[in-house]
């Protein structure tokens, strides 16, 4: 295989991901332009004179062509510069660097519990296919499916906060122990454990446990599923008859020659299922009052504060489109007739 076949993949990989990266940019800025919210009204007030109207809109260069404004933006958003937000008064950047691992956090455990749970759910309902444990567990998908996020907040606080004392309550850490911890990460676990500080990391684990094992049973519900389906799929195949029938036991015959081939198609369900805990944990994050990228973008848009609103929107959708690029070439890595 000479150089530039060798280089022509990652170059491929990289351009894809520059046009998908460019097509996110034209959505967000396209949002900026159509809603019904004055950029300028924004920033000086409904009381401010015509005069000062016009030299912000100059200011803001809202007067050039949209193609103008396009590339300055692109432009900007290379550089760092999202703005700043009219909320908080600071650079959006640094408003999202704060808030954006109190999310990451809250996400990643929650597909940890996802996966742990959900995929031998999956297998087992596979295995037992029209049984009372595959029924249950279809339901239990389906309630996954069904049940409102705030809903089920709502009652998780009544009854583990509020009735059982079992963990925190809103929040992302005891208001005692707040700002208490050293950011070296911005994951308030890690944080805590590298600053050797166990009682902040009991009170943040106290507060997160309940909203990432909400985030948790949503991605398990469709982590079982598409578990279940690639399983049934695969113990259909002639190779599961013939080890059957060679006496293997029922345990290796599901984990070693029925799950080894999904795990490849796994790791797309699982990416998928990881940015969607990332960019829909807003009604989560409203009902535990967790200061994270979801209760952030609320109230940027509640406050019309559109510099915010867009920054947000576009750190979700990079992610987005960051994992699904990144399972993608996972998925390559490990199944060679992907590569061909």
Known sequence: ?????????????????????????????????????????????????????????LAMGLDDPLIVQFVRYVGAVLQGNLGNSIGTGRAVVDDLARVFPATLEMATIGILIGVAMGVPMGVWAAARQGTWVDQVIRVVGLAGYAIPAFWLGLVGLVLFYAKLRWVGGPGRID????????????????????????????????????????????????????????????????????????????????????????RVQLITVIGLSYAGL??????????????????????ALLNADMNAVLGATLVVGAVFVGINKGSDALYRLLDPRART
């Open 1 to 57: 295989m000479t150089l530039t076949h060798r280089l022509l993949p990652p170059l491929q990989f990289l351009l894809m991901l520059a046009v998908t990266f460019l097509g996110l940019l034209a959505i967000t800025f396209v949002i900026g332009r159509v809603v019904p919210i004055d950029p300028v009204i924004a920033v000086v007030g409904d009381r401010a004179t015509k005069e000062t109207y016009e030299a912000t809109r």
């Open 278 to 299: 990332l960019e829909g944990s807003v009604m989560i994050e409203t009902v535990f009052s967790w200061p994270g990228i979801g209760n952030y973008l609320t109230t």
């Open 175 to 262: 208001l005692f122990l707040d700002g208490m911890v050293p950011v070296r990460t911005g994951l308030l676990l890690v944080d805590a454990a590298l600053a050797g500080d166990w009682n902040s990391f009991r009170s943040a684990f106290s507060h997160i446990v309940l909203p990432a094992s909400i985030l948790g049973f949503f991605s398990l519900a469709y982590i079982a599923r598409m578990t279940r389906s690639f399983m049934l799929e695969q113990l259909g195949q002639e190779y599961i008859t013939t080890a059957r029938v060679k006496g293997a036991p029922e345990r290796v015959i599901l984990w070693r020659h029925a799950f080894r081939p999904i």
